[in-house]
């Protein structure tokens, strides 16, 4: 328990089971059961004690109140003092100084750091400069390594140049942002220089050539596959048209035989040689057994050549209608070809439609040739269509041929039986046959402008039997 003196007021413990306790200080009797000291008598004794501890103790700062030291201030006879007035000129003229130093400071500052952007952008300047250089002759590799579709190379050429490329456009924006004019134009325009570079490497490295070539893709009839769906597709293709894979060469099964030296006799392929001696031998049977004879028959006069009549067309034209057979004018003739069969031609109505009937005889050989004179220019001409209709018994397949300064035949194209509705052949194609390519189908037709002749080809089985109807022949308009 603790206890206060009244009278120093000064705080003393009481010992445990003691009820009172003289004061250290002044000798008063404390009591445990005495009244509690008055508060305002206490608080006079602790003013008086600090005013004490003041006088007593130099230096020490003021511990009283506001109201205390206006207390002891009058108590020393010292009247306080009057607040003082602010100086608002000295705190103007303190308020400019520091805009002032403020103002110094940033133009110090915008003066360092326009050096330093200035000498950051040169930096990076001498750095990108002697790059471009290289990445425009690399780019320019790699357009040489498409053109010679080595497109893997190429597209590994473009994606580095578009790569770097990037890399330092990056490096300008972030690096090159100097105040200097002069730098700044060297800057945009070497920005716009690597830009465009970039561009065309992306453009190049996204073109199909290059973007499918790339991935061990080829082209093929306008679509880029894998080699061998090419491959298949081909095989496909040549199977459709009939023919078989001959020494590492597609061929028909008549051009097949042609080149074995092998010829059409009587429903077999057998070499030349047998086909001549097995004629020999039936001329010398057919001599023997015949009657005696004064006279040999006269042989039959070789027709004239056909007289070119130009036909005239709108150059401009979508179609030109070659022959609609509206007419009974038969202008169509039998080729007079050693090895070929000749037919029955004549222009009938079919299906109330004008038609060139063309009927066959049969005969040793595998096919027919007609021949109709034209004296025209194909220069605007892009294709050749015709209806055809095969009322025949067997197989029939039809290609055309024209005769400008040379002769050049296309492809054949399978007929099914009955209509054969637009057959249509490519004028433009670089597969046509001719004696230039050893008949191998390599090759375009030249001097189109001055086309001759028009012929008709039907390949078919020997001694084939029926008809087959010609319709609408017409050239299409392409170039």
């Known amino acids: 328990m603790e206890l206060r003196c009244p009278k120093c007021s000064i705080t003393i413990a009481l010992p445990s089971g003691a009820t009172e306790r003289p004061c250290p200080k002044c000798g008063e009797t404390l009591r445990s059961d005495a009244a509690p000291a008055d508060p305002k008598a206490l608080v006079d004794s602790l003013l008086a004690e600090a005013r004490r501890i003041e006088a007593t103790t130099p230096g020490l700062q003021p511990l009283l109140s506001a109201e205390a030291a206006a207390q002891r201030a009058r108590e020393r006879k010292r009247p306080p003092r009057d607040p003082v007035s602010p100086n608002w000129g000295y ?20 003066l360092v750091d326009t050096g330093l952007r200035n000498d950051a952008a040169a930096k990076c300047l001498r750095a990108i400069e002697p790059e471009v250089a290289p990445m425009r002759q690399a780019y320019e590799l790699g357009m040489t390594a498409r053109e010679a579709r080595e497109y893997a190379k190429a597209g590994e050429v473009f994606k580095r140049v578009a790569d770097r490329g990037g890399v330092l456009l990056l490096r300008l924006r972030d690096e090159a942002a100097p105040r200097d004019a002069d730098l700044q134009r060297k800057s945009a325009d070497l920005r716009r220089e690597l830009a465009d570079l970039v561009q065309r490497a992306e453009k190049a490295l996204a073109a199909p050539d290059v973007k499918y070539g790339a991935q061990g893709m080829v082209e093929y009839e306008g679509e880029w596959v894998a080699p061998e769906e090419k491959e298949k597709r081909f095989q496909s293709r040549m199977k459709a048209e009939g023919k078989q894979l001959h020494q590492g060469e ?27 001696r097995l004629e020999a031998a039936s001329a010398a049977v057919a001599a023997a057994a015949a009657a005696p004879t004064t006279t040999l028959p006269p042989r039959r006069p070789r027709p004239a050549p056909v007289r070119i009549v130009p036909m005239q067309f709108d150059p401009v034209a979508d179609s030109w209608a070659i022959d609609s057979f509206q007419t009974p004018a038969l202008l169509w003739t039998n080729e007079t070809w050693g090895n070929i069969n000749p037919v029955a031609l004549e222009v009938e109505q079919y299906e109330d439609a004008g038609a060139l009937s063309i009927t066959f005889k ?26 055809i209709v095969n009322a025949t018994t067997g197989s029939v397949k039809v290609a055309i041929a024209l005769k400008t300064a040379k002769y050049y035949e296309s492809r054949w ?15 433009r194609a670089g597969d046509y046959k001719s004696e230039a390519t050893h008949w191998s189908p390599a090759t375009k037709i030249a001097n189109i402008e001055n086309v001759e002749m028009l012929y008709i080809l039907l390949y078919t089985d020997p001694n084939i039997s029926g008809k087959v109807y010609l319709r609408n022949i017409q050239a299409l308009r392409g170039g």
């Not at 705190?91 to 915008?110: K, M, N, Q, S, T």
């Not at 595998?366 to 605007?380: E, M, N, Y």
């Open 91 to 110: 705190r103007f003229a303190i308020l400019l100084g520091v805009l002032g130093v403020l103002l110094a400071g940033g133009l110090v500052y915008w």
């Open 250 to 276: 597609w061929l028909t099964e008549a051009e097949i035989h042609e080149r074995k030296g092998e010829v059409l006799y009587q429903g077999r392929w057998i070499p030349k040689a047998e086909r001549d």
């Open 362 to 387: 049969g005969g040793k050989h595998d096919k027919s040739a007609i021949v109709r004179p034209l004296g025209l220019s194909f220069a605007t001409r892009g294709k050749l269509t015709m209806d």
């Open 413 to 427: 194209v399978p007929l099914k039986t009955g209509v054969n509705k637009g057959v249509t052949f490519d004028l």
